[in-house]
C-alpha cells in the first residue's frame, strides 16, 4: 500500500508523491491523518525553502491505523483512537529532556530528527509529515487522545490552542482577576485569549491592524472586553485608558516580525508585571529600554513552542465547547490544493483572509 504526501522540493514548490506506507514494530504506530494544521512557520518555509525534500506539516490529528504492542501500552491508545501528535520527538535522554524541557531537546530521536515535518523522505519511512494521508509514528511521539464526536478541523487547534494556554496561562501564572494584553491576534493573540479567560483574567485587551478587524471580531468572541486597532489608537494610551491607568499584570506579545510591540510591552505592563515575548523578530530592538524592566521590576519570559500539560489542558477545553473555535477554523483543503492553503494562509490570495488553515487528505 501507498500514501500521497506532499513534499517541498524547493522553494515555493510542492509536489504530490507517493510512498510505501511501512511495516509497523512493536513500538511505533501510523497515523491516518484527518486534518494537519498549517502552521505559519509551514509558510515561512514554503517562501524561503528553508528545507527540501521533507513532507511538511507539524500539527495532526488524525486516527490510529496500526500500534505496535509495546506504543500501546507506552501511549496508552489503540487502534481506533483520535490522537492529537505533538511536532516535538524528542530524545528523552539529554540534559533538557531529563528536565522535563523536552522542547529544547537537543539529541532527536534514534535519526538525529527532533520533529515532524522537517525530516527528510531520503530517510525511511519517509512519512515523517502531516501533510500527508498517513504519517509514521516513530517510537519518541507524543500523542493524545481527543474526543471521537468533535469535528476534525476543529480538534485540529490543539496546537495553536496548546500555544495560548502556554503562553498565556501557565508562564506567565496568570491568576484570577489579572488584567492581561495581548498583542497580535492572528491564531496565537486568539487562542491566548482563551488561555487567559480561562485563567480567570478580568480584563482581556487584543490589539491588532486595521486589516486584522475580522479576527478582532473573533477577538470579542472568544471573550476581548477590548481591542485596539494600532494604526487608529495609541496603544499605551488606550490600555492607561481601559484599565484606569492601573495597566497589565500580564502583556503577551506574539506578532511576527513587528518590533513595536515588544518596546510597548515594557510601558503597558504595569510595575511587577510579567511580559512574554513569543512572537519571531527578524531585527535586534536597541530601543528596547532595560532600565524601565528594572525600575519597575518587571518579568521578561521567552516562550518557545508548547508542553505536554498545554496541550492536554487545550484538548479539555476544546472538549468543552466553551468557545466558538469554528469562527478561527477559516479554511480547509485538500492535499492537492496545498500550495493555495499556504498561501492563503500567508495572505498571499485576494480576498481570503486565512486564519486556521488545515490540510485533509481523506
Ligand atoms: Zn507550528
Ligand atoms: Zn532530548
Given at each position: 500500500m501507498?500514501a500521497?504526501?506532499?513534499?517541498?522540493?524547493?522553494?515555493?514548490q510542492?509536489?504530490?508523491?507517493?510512498?510505501?506506507?511501512?511495516?509497523?514494530n512493536?513500538e511505533?504506530?501510523?497515523?491516518?491523518?484527518?486534518?494537519?494544521?498549517v502552521?505559519?512557520s509551514d509558510?515561512s518555509?514554503?517562501?524561503?525553502?528553508?528545507?527540501?525534500?521533507?513532507?511538511?506539516?507539524?500539527?495532526?490529528?488524525?486516527?490510529?491505523?496500526?500500534?505496535?504492542s509495546v506504543a500501546?501500552?507506552?501511549?496508552?491508545?489503540?487502534k481506533?483512537?483520535?490522537?492529537?501528535?505533538?511536532?516535538?520527538?524528542?530524545?528523552?535522554?539529554?540534559?533538557?529532556?531529563?528536565?522535563?524541557?523536552?522542547?529544547?531537546?537537543?539529541?532527536?530521536?534514534?535519526?538525529?530528527?527532533?520533529?515532524?515535518?522537517?525530516h527528510?523522505?531520503?530517510?525511511k519511512p519517509?512519512?515523517?509529515?502531516?501533510h500527508?494521508?498517513?504519517?509514521y509514528l516513530?517510537?519518541?511521539?507524543?500523542?493524545?487522545?481527543?474526543?471521537?464526536?468533535?469535528?476534525?478541523?476543529?480538534?485540529?487547534?490543539?496546537?495553536?490552542l496548546?500555544?495560548g494556554?502556554r503562553?498565556?496561562?501557565?508562564?506567565?501564572q496568570?491568576?484570577?482577576?489579572?488584567?492581561?494584553v495581548?498583542?497580535?491576534?492572528?491564531?496565537?493573540g486568539?487562542?491566548g485569549?482563551?488561555?487567559a479567560?480561562?485563567?480567570g483574567?478580568?480584563?482581556?485587551?487584543?490589539?491588532?491592524l486595521?486589516?486584522?478587524?475580522h479576527?478582532?471580531e473573533?477577538?470579542?468572541?472568544?471573550?476581548?472586553?477590548?481591542?485596539?486597532?494600532?494604526?487608529?489608537e495609541?496603544?499605551v494610551?488606550a490600555?492607561?485608558?481601559?484599565?484606569?491607568?492601573?495597566?497589565?499584570?500580564?502583556?503577551v506579545?506574539?506578532t511576527?516580525g513587528?518590533?513595536?510591540?515588544?518596546?510597548?510591552?515594557?510601558?503597558?505592563?504595569?510595575?511587577?508585571?510579567?511580559?512574554?515575548?513569543?512572537?519571531?523578530?527578524?531585527n535586534?530592538?536597541?530601543?528596547?529600554?532595560?532600565?524601565?524592566?528594572m525600575?519597575?521590576?518587571?518579568?521578561v519570559?521567552?516562550?518557545?513552542?508548547v508542553?505536554?500539560?498545554?496541550?492536554?489542558?487545550?484538548?479539555?477545553?476544546i472538549e468543552?465547547?466553551?468557545?466558538?473555535?469554528?469562527?478561527?477554523?477559516?479554511?480547509?483543503?485538500?492535499?492537492?490544493?496545498?500550495?493555495?492553503a499556504?498561501?492563503?494562509l500567508?495572505?498571499?490570495?485576494?480576498g481570503e483572509?486565512?486564519?486556521?488553515?488545515?490540510?485533509?487528505?481523506h
Open positions: 501507498q500521497r504526501a506532499i513534499v517541498q522540493v524547493a522553494q515555493r510542492l509536489e504530490l508523491q507517493k510512498f510505501d506506507i511501512p511495516e509497523i512493536d511505533e504506530g501510523l497515523l491516518r491523518i484527518e486534518h494537519s494544521g502552521c505559519g509558510w518555509q514554503y517562501k524561503q525553502g528553508t528545507f527540501s525534500g521533507v513532507i511538511p506539516g507539524h500539527e495532526p490529528i488524525g486516527i490510529i491505523e496500526e500500534i505496535g500501546a501500552k507506552r501511549w496508552n491508545v489503540q481506533g483512537d483520535r490522537v492529537a501528535v505533538e511536532t516535538m520527538l524528542p530524545c528523552g535522554f539529554c540534559l533538557p529532556c531529563i528536565k522535563g524541557k523536552y522542547n529544547h531537546c537537543r539529541a532527536a530521536g534514534a535519526h538525529k530528527i527532533n520533529a515532524y515535518g522537517y527528510n523522505i531520503e530517510i519517509s512519512l515523517w509529515g502531516g500527508a494521508e498517513f504519517m516513530d517510537p519518541h511521539t507524543l500523542v493524545h487522545k481527543v474526543d471521537k464526536s468533535l469535528p476534525a478541523e476543529i480538534a485540529v487547534m490543539f496546537n495553536p496548546g500555544a494556554v503562553w498565556a496561562s501557565r508562564i506567565p496568570t491568576q484570577i482577576g489579572d488584567t492581561v495581548i498583542l497580535g491576534c492572528g491564531q496565537r486568539l487562542t485569549i482563551i488561555g479567560k480561562e485563567s483574567a478580568k480584563k482581556i485587551i487584543v490589539t491588532g486595521s486589516v486584522d478587524a479576527k478582532l473573533i477577538a470579542k468572541a472568544f471573550g476581548a472586553d477590548h481591542v485596539i486597532d494600532v494604526e487608529k495609541n496603544v494610551k490600555v492607561r485608558n481601559y484599565t484606569d491607568g492601573e495597566m497589565a499584570d500580564v502583556v506579545e506574539v511576527s513587528a518590533t513595536q510591540p515588544v518596546i510597548d510591552s515594557i510601558d503597558l505592563a504595569a510595575r511587577g508585571g510579567r511580559i512574554v515575548l513569543a512572537g519571531a523578530k527578524y535586534k530592538i536597541p530601543e528596547f529600554d532595560s532600565n524601565k524592566v525600575m519597575k521590576e518587571l518579568t519570559i521567552g516562550a518557545l513552542a508542553d505536554y500539560q498545554s496541550y492536554e489542558a487545550a484538548i479539555r477545553i468543552s465547547k466553551k468557545y466558538p473555535l469554528e469562527l478561527m477554523h477559516t479554511h480547509s483543503y485538500s492535499l492537492d490544493q496545498a500550495d493555495l499556504l498561501r492563503v500567508g495572505n498571499e490570495v485576494e483572509h486565512g486564519i486556521h488553515v488545515s490540510i485533509t487528505p
